[in-house]
């Protein structure tokens, strides 16, 4: 017998059909940033500008994409080389102007012509496409951007989210999947305030004016990102969990909130506020990444966190489309190919391991005060013959399995990553 109808016959025993486990995740859209392969810089700016924000990517490693053409080959690499439907994920910055749809314009002035070529590569490869305003990076942070006290740089962040709101129903309708259009911004402060409650209230009423830009809510979905602090903005955040998770809660027709698992407290879990927020919240997003000590966006592993967050939203049906999920990381000091592959199939795995688990025996032990039962039948899962299941979801999607698919990211280093 092959070691996947082993496997089967394992699961089987538990009551958990290895088969339905495959196809069903083959149905869950993962959105694939596209800034992992050139450390958040994108095209609209000059290259050597600063990452501002709040956000940092460390390391130094050879082999960064440069140009749009140098990203999108990269980006079919990963594609590749990882089993699972996938979404892309824009940043406003990656923007591409050329002769023919008239050159360079601002942030405020995007249009979705600067988003044609990133729809013909969707097209081509069967993808959704997700949205992110730039509101990092540019010289109109002062350093503020949507809580500015300064009217003339509010305005030009408002208007450039208000473009983004046409570029997301333009992506939406052009490759038929809702577009997930995420509003995070770095504002805050380095020190002590003394005015904690004006930025939030210009905050929200910024928000206020992009999202009063006509667009469908079955195809456009804007979220609030909320965060605790960043670098250079450690004493206070704008955008913080309460206000993030208000503005949501108070524009449930509009806005959906997004949580990211670096932008919290370190013994916070975002795996524990994915059933509190779905309590209340149709939909929510996600950001998948790895915080150390702070935000730092390390490659997303298979640790137990990560495995919490796709339990629950397995547990909490998040895969029918109530919970959207994103990968957010940026490592600049590994093969960025090979850190964006390890993360997203670090998610399919997660997301695999979540939807072999017997949840409904195990919710009955929990009803029934089986406390030690539970305890005995969570850690003995752990050991199930995960990797034969794991093997065979990979054939299936026409993905390599573990252990084939570095040498092939290697090989794309020394042929193509190394000569750049
Ligand atoms: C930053 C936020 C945000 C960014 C991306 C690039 O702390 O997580 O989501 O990482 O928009
Ligand atoms: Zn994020």
């Not at 949501?248 to 509190?276: F, Q, R, W």
């Amino acid at each position: 017998m092959s070691d996947y109808l082993q496997a089967k016959a394992v699961y089987a025993k538990l009551g958990v059909d290895t088969d339905a486990a495959i196809e069903k995740l083959k149905s869950v859209p993962v959105a694939l940033h596209c800034w992992q392969g050139d450390d958040v810089r994108g095209f609209d700016q000059k290259s050597d500008g600063p990452l501002t924000g709040g956000i940092q990517t460390t390391g130094n490693y050879p082999g960064r994409a440069r140009t749009p053409e140098e990203l999108m080959a990269d980006i079919d690499v990963v594609l590749k080389l990882c089993p699972g439907m996938k979404k892309m994920n824009l940043h406003a910055c990656y923007a591409i102007f050329d002769d023919e749809n008239g050159g360079w314009v601002d942030r405020d002035k995007i249009e979705p012509k600067h988003f044609k070529k990133w729809v013909d590569f969707c097209k081509a490869r069967g993808l959704g496409c997700d949205f992110n305003p730039t509101f990092f990076s540019h010289p109109m942070c002062d350093p503020l951007t949507l809580a500015s006290p300064n009217e003339e740089t509010r305005r030009f962040w408002i208007e450039h989210g208000k473009a983004c709101i046409r570029i997301s129903q333009y992506l939406a309708e052009e490759l038929g999947q809702p577009c997930v259009m995420n509003i995070w911004t770095g504002d805050g402060f380095k020190d002590i305030p003394a005015d904690r409650m004006g930025p939030r209230m210009r905050y929200k009423e910024s928000i206020d004016a992009i999202l009063s830009e006509p667009f469908d809510f079955d195809k456009v979905k804007p979220c609030v990102e909320s965060k605790v602090f960043g670098i250079g903005v450690e004493a206070y955040t704008v955008g913080s969990a309460e206000f993030s998770l208000g503005y949501a809660a108070a524009n449930k027709d509009k806005c959906i909130p997004l949580m990211d698992n670096g932008h919290y407290h370190p013994t916070e879990v975002v795996s524990d506020k994915i059933p509190a927020l779905l309590t209340f919240f149709p939909e929510i997003a996600l950001h998948v990444t790895r915080p150390i000590r702070w935000d730092s966006d390390h490659v997303v592993l298979l640790d137990d966190e990560t495995r919490e967050i796709c339990k629950e939203i397995v547990r909490c049906g998040g895969l029918d489309g109530r919970v959207k999920i994103a990968l957010d990381y940026f490592d600049a000091s590994i093969n960025r190919v090979v850190a964006w592959i390890v993360g997203f199939r670090n998610v399919q795995k997660a997301l695999l391991m979540a939807l072999l688990t017997p949840d409904a025996q195990l919710k009955g032990l929990q009803d029934t005060n089986n406390w030690t039962e539970l305890m005995v039948s969570q850690e003995e899962l752990k050991t199930l013959p995960f990797g034969a299941v794991w093997t065979q979801y990979c054939e299936s999607c026409g993905a390599p399995a573990d252990g084939e698919w570095f040498k092939v990211a290697k090989a794309y280093e020394t042929d193509v990553l190394s000569k750049r």
